[in-house]
C-alpha cells in the first residue's frame, strides 16, 4: 500500500543572512562526498559557486529520472548552489578558476586521485598564492600510500573498510542502504571546513583539509573494530539484528516486526516483568547479562516471539512506550516522508528544481528564530553568465590550447 505523501510546508518568510554570509566556496565537485559538505555550507549561508563540466556537468545529474525528471542524488545535494560551465583544462578555463579563487574563502574538490596538482590546484600551490584560503581535497583512500591512486566509490569503500563483512545476513552481506562512506567523509570534510573558518578567524591563515572516505568510515567502524579484534571475536553478519546487544532488533508481532532496543539489564527486567509476563527470565542464566543474551539469542527470540504473539499491535507499543523500552515500527520512504513526528515539528520545506518544486526536510541542526538558506536547485551552467560578468572576465569560447 502507498501511503499518501502529504502536502509540504512552503518556505517561511524572507531569506535571512545565514551565519556563513559573506563566505564564497569554490566547488570544483562531483558524485556525493564532496557536494554533499558544501550543500552544508549553502544551507548556512555560504555562497556556493559548483564548476561543472560543459554539456554534462557533474555526472551525478544523470544517476536517475526519478525526481521531477531529475536525478535524486543531484536534487538532495545541490540545493542553493550556482553553477558554472567550465573545461578547467583550458586557458580560459583556468583563468575563470583562477579569478574565483582569488576571492574565495573556500576550496573543494574530490577531482580523481592526482588531477588537482595536475592542473595547478594542489592545496600547497594554492595556498601559496592566498594564504588565507582553506583548501579542502576529498579523495577515496588519501593523498599518499599504495591506494591513493586507486579509484574509490562507497560500495567499495564499505568493503575496505570492512562495513560489509557485519552487514547483511549469515548468507549473504549487503551494503548500507545508503552511501554511507560518501555522507562521513561529507560530512568530515564540512565539519574540518567549519574548524578552518573559526581558526582563520583567530590566526588570519587558511588550511589545507585532507578527508579520505577510508579514514571518514573507518571512524565510524570504532565499535566493531574494538569489539572484534580486542575481544578476539570472528566478524558475523547478524541482519538486522544488532551484532552485540540483545535484545535488539525485529522480533515478530501479531501485524508485521516490531523492533526493539534495550540497553541495559533495567530495561531487560522491566521488558521481562510488564511486557512478556515471564519475571522468571530475569535470572535464568542464560540471559542474565547483555553477553548472556547475544551467546543465547537464538534461544531467546522464540521466547520473546510467543510473549508477543497474542498482543495487538497498537497496544503492544503502547505498553512499550508506557514501559520505557525502546521500539519502532520498520516505515518505508513513503512512510517516512508521512511521519506525523516530522510534520508535527514543522520540518519540510519546498525547494525549487528545474523541473519543479520539492519537498527537502530543515536541515538536522536547529537554530531558534532562524531559517536555513535552502536556495534552488541550479540548472546545469544557470549562472555562467552572470558569474562571468560579475568577474569581469570575457564569456568567449574555451581557449582551444589545453592544458595537460
Known sequence: MTVPIPKSTASKGTAQKGPLDGILVVALEQAVAAPFATRQLADLGARVIKIERPGTGDFARHYDRSTHGQASYFVWLNRGKESIELDVKTGHGQAVLAALLARADVFVQNLVPGAAERLGLGAAELRARHPRLIACSVSGYGPDGPYRHKKAYDLLVQCEAGLLSITGTAAEPAKAGISVADIAAGMYAYSGVLTALYERE???????????????????????FYYHVYGERPAR????????????????????????????????????EQILHRPDLVA?????????????DEELTPIIEDALKTMPPDRLVALLDEAGIANARLRTPQEFAAHPQLEARDRWRQVDTPGG????????????????????????????????????????????????
Not at 573507518?218 to 565499535?223: D, I, K, L, P, T
Not at 541542526?365 to 546545469?380: N, Q
Open 284 to 296: 535464568d542464566p542464560r540471559f542474565v547479562t547483555n553477553s548472556d543474551r547475544v551467546a543465547h
Open 202 to 224: 583567530r590566526t588570519g591563515e587558511g588550511s589545507s583539509l585532507e578527508v579520505s572516505l577510508l579514514d571518514a568510515l573507518g571512524e565510524w567502524m570504532g565499535a566493531p
Open 357 to 404: 518544486q520539492v519537498r527537502a526536510l530543515l536541515p538536522p541542526v536547529t537554530t531558534p528564530g532562524r531559517e536555513p538558506a535552502m536556495g534552488p536547485v541550479p540548472a546545469l551552467g544557470q549562472h555562467t553568465a552572470a558569474i562571468l560578468a560579475e568577474f569581469g572576465i570575457s564569456a568567449s569560447e574555451n581557449d582551444p590550447a589545453a592544458t595537460p
Open 237 to 272: 553478519r547478524s541482519g538486522a539484528r544488532h551484532a552485540f546487544i540483545s535484545p535488539y532488533g525485529p522480533y515478530a508481532a501479531p501485524g508485521g516486526q516490531v523492533f526493539l532496543g534495550l540497553q541495559n539489564e533495567r530495561e531487560w527486567a522491566i521488558l521481562c
